[in-house]
């Protein structure tokens, strides 16, 4: 199944950016990597998604490598309701299954 | 246009008895999954369906079942209910096309407590 790795926890201060590190070295090439957010016991929420080209939203930036091993989730002026559990998952495009790790916990910070 | 209405949010059972529950999903959504979250577990898949067809299957025991209707709308049961289970389900629902990416819209969820 698979799997990405996260730094458990992070710390930004609100109005600066959140940048969120993922690895995803066993990405195959059809997979896309999808970010997804939950704060505290609401169901999880798209952020972005990308395949090789970065990304930008209304919400946030997503920069995949060149390789397409790693990606960075980018809040460019985190606030205070972005505290989250944020969750970096990559996957085939034709399914709703998704493979879940631990994400990160991003506390904004006044 | 309506997200991911799941029914019920909140219920409470015995060990033993079984529980259903219900996602209807966002209109066009072909595809419904279903996940179950717990504080040591985090968020783990359970099922997919696809077309009224189970199309994905998670590791979980055959207590956990579910099935999909002609209108997309799908149900998870779990039977013999333990304390173990108890959890927020949560289900989202996508297109499900060949190609291309499948974002999947997640509802509230439901939370089941087991006494």
């Known amino acids: 199944d698979a799997k990405t790795t996260q730094p458990p926890s992070m710390d930004c201060a609100e109005g600066r950016a959140a940048n969120l590190p993922c690895n995803h070295s066993t990405i195959s090439g059809n997979e896309y990597v999808y970010w997804y957010r939950q704060i505290h016991s609401q169901g999880p929420q798209y952020i972005i998604h990308?395949?090789?080209n970065n990304e930008t939203n209304e919400m946030a930036s997503l920069i995949i490598t060149e390789d397409r091993k790693s990606s960075t989730l980018i809040l460019p002026h985190a606030t205070l309701r972005d505290t989250a559990v944020y969750y970096c998952?990559?996957?085939?495009?034709?399914?709703?299954?998704?493979?879940f790790g631990q994400g990160t916990t991003l506390q904004v910070k006044p | 246009k309506a997200g991911v209405t799941q029914t019920p949010r909140y219920l409470i059972k015995t060990r033993g008895q079984q529980v259903t529950l219900s996602c209807s999903p966002i209109s066009g959504h072909r595809s419904v999954s279903w996940y179950q979250q717990t504080p040591g577990q985090g968020l783990q898949f359970l099922f997919e369906y696809f077309s009224e067809t189970q199309r994905n299957k998670g590791n979980f025991p055959g207590r956990f079942s579910g099935r999909q209707f002609s209108n997309s709308r799908s149900e998870m049961n779990v039977s013999t209910l333990e304390l173990g289970d108890s959890a927020l389900y949560l289900c989202a629902s996508t297109y499900g096309r060949d190609s291309g990416a499948n974002v999947l819209t997640f509802g509230a969820g439901s939370r089941l407590t087991v006494l």
């Open positions: 998952i990559h996957g085939s495009g034709n399914t709703g299954k998704l493979i």
């Open positions: 990308g395949l090789k």
